[in-house]
Antibody, heavy 119, light 109 residues
């Protein structure tokens, strides 16, 4: 069974940093790109970035709205992708999901991890 | 940036009725890159339709997708109680690489 599990969310003060993890199981993690999508409370879905699978270079790309503050990385030996968010703002408060890619679609999602930015 | 506009914002229907959800793109979108997702409260989104009209694994055949120009449609042929949820369309394009529509809520009338 394909599973993705996010972790690392919590309450963090504005200006601080946070690193989220997304661990996959039930499939060959290294064969798939992984995206991060966030959802502010009561709002819609916002794609923030992804990291390509190793066969496609293993490099990240980011949405312009968050570029410069986000770093996405992966460790295929542990089937884990990471999202680091720096200089957190209150508007970064959201549930953060990771999602597996198959071609251009997001076919499996994690359950999400809540990040609350507040003093 | 391609903007996806979903309508209506809310659809109030009874179980057994047909639901028709619209997603209009601001410019041309390849059919290969249009997907639909369902999200229930407190849950992650679930892939329903990809490449505009292909059902994802395990999705019942009451869900179907179609395209006419820059207009994409998700149809639920007969609503089951578990279908009341929020539906998002998504496209892959240029910056940003993926965008979502704002969502359509299908609620029980």
């Amino acid at each position: 069974e394909v599973q993705l599990v996010e972790s690392g969310g919590g309450l963090v003060q504005p200006g601080r940093s946070l690193r989220l993890s997304c661990t996959g199981s039930g499939f060959v993690f290294g064969d798939h790109s992984v995206s991060w999508v966030r959802q502010a409370p009561g709002k819609g879905l916002e794609w923030v970035g992804f990291i390509k699978s190793r066969p496609y270079g293993g490099t990240p790309e980011y949405a312009a709205s968050v570029k410069g503050r986000l770093t996405i990385s992966r460790d295929d030996s542990t089937s884990t992708a990471y999202l680091q968010v720096n200089s957190l703002k209150t508007e970064d408060t959201a549930v953060y999901y990771c999602a597996r890619h198959t071609e251009k679609r997001f076919d499996y999602w994690g359950q999400g991890t809540l990040v609350t930015v507040s003093s | 940036e391609i903007v996806l506009t979903q309508s209506p914002g809310t659809l109030s229907l009874s179980p057994g009725e047909r639901a028709t959800l619209s997603c209009r793109a601001s410019q041309s979108v390849s059919s290969s890159y249009l997907a639909w997702y369902q999200q229930k409260p407190g849950q992650a989104p679930r892939l329903l339709i990809y490449d505009a009209s292909n059902r994802a694994t395990g999705i019942p055949d009451r869900f179907s997708g179609s395209r006419s120009g820059t207009d994409f449609t998700l149809t639920i042929s007969g609503l089951e109680p578990e279908d009341f949820a929020v539906y998002y369309c998504q496209q892959y394009g240029s910056s940003p690489l993926w965008t979502f529509g704002q969502g359509t809520k299908v609620e029980i009338k």
